[in-house]
T-cell receptor, first 114, second 112 residues
Framework: SQTIHQWPATLVQPVGSPLSLECTVEGTSNPNLYWYRQAAGRGLQLLFYSVGIGQISSEVPQNLSASRPQDRQFILSSKKLLLSDSGFYLC?????????????FGPGTRLTVL | AQSVTQLDSQVPVFEEAPVELRCNYSSSVSVYLFWYVQYPNQGLQLLLKYLSGSTLVKGINGFEAEFNKSQTSFHLRKPSVHISDTAEYFCAVSGSARQLTFGSGTQLTVLP
């Protein structure tokens, strides 16, 4: 069966520090991968998605970037964190491009920027 | 383009009472509809989905939803809620895009 991992689970970082969040999926090949953010009291904001290695689409221009160095690995990064980067970051995967495919979510990373 | 509107941001309800969480969508193409639940500090978990066939869809934890094409709605219902159902619920639509479009969420709080 497929599983999705995210780490770390919790992170506290000072303003201006770099960021690296990692997401890996097991049990599937060539998944579509997604990064979402939930700010306090707000809904899901899609940040990036990827349909293959090295293929990244950005939904919202901002302080963050994403990379997909391997088929089942998706990384969210920042060179300098802002206070507004605080939130709950969720990685998700989908088996393919079909509209009927279910999207599955990881457990999330709680990021606090101080 | 597609969009999802969850009409209620917060729904308080007493334990063992019925509940309905409302979701309306708009899309210019055929849609597939999903409901997810999120417990505090956790990822989203799929409750149920409508792809085709019967418009009444049954999901996990006793929830069900009815797809109404004429009213462009996909409301989530449960006949008797428990304290453990307290969570945030998200409606989502999948159409021609590669990703789901989510509503803004409804916080369900079950009161003793």
């Amino acid at each position: 069966s497929q599983t999705i991992h995210q780490w770390p689970a919790t992170l506290v970082q000072p303003v201006g520090s770099p960021l690296s969040l990692e997401c890996t999926v097991e049990g599937t090949s060539n998944p579509n991968l997604y990064w979402y953010r939930q700010a306090a009291g707000r809904g899901l904001q899609l940040l990036f998605y990827s349909v293959g290695i090295g293929q990244i689409s950005s939904e919202v221009p901002q302080n963050l970037s994403a990379s997909r160095p391997q088929d089942r690995q998706f990384i969210l990064s920042s060179k300098k964190l802002l206070l507004s980067d605080s939130g709950f970051y969720l990685c998700a995967w989908r088996a393919g491009p079909s509209s009927t495919d279910t999207q599955y979510f990881g457990p999330g990373t709680r990021l606090t920027v101080l | 383009a597609q969009s999802v509107t969850q009409l209620d941001s917060q729904v308080p309800v007493f334990e063992e009472a019925p509940v309905e969480l409302r979701c309306n969508y708009s899309s210019s193409v055929s849609v597939y509809l999903f409901w997810y639940v999120q417990y505090p500090n956790q990822g989203l978990q799929l409750l149920l989905k409508y792809l085709s066939g019967s418009t009444l869809v049954k999901g996990i934890n006793g929830f069900e939803a009815e797809f109404n094409k004429s009213q462009t709605s996909f409301h989530l219902r449960k006949p008797s809620v428990h304290i453990s159902d307290t969570a945030e619920y998200f409606c989502a639509v999948s159409g021609s895009a590669r990703q789901l479009t989510f509503g803004s969420g409804t916080q369900l709080t079950v009161l003793p």
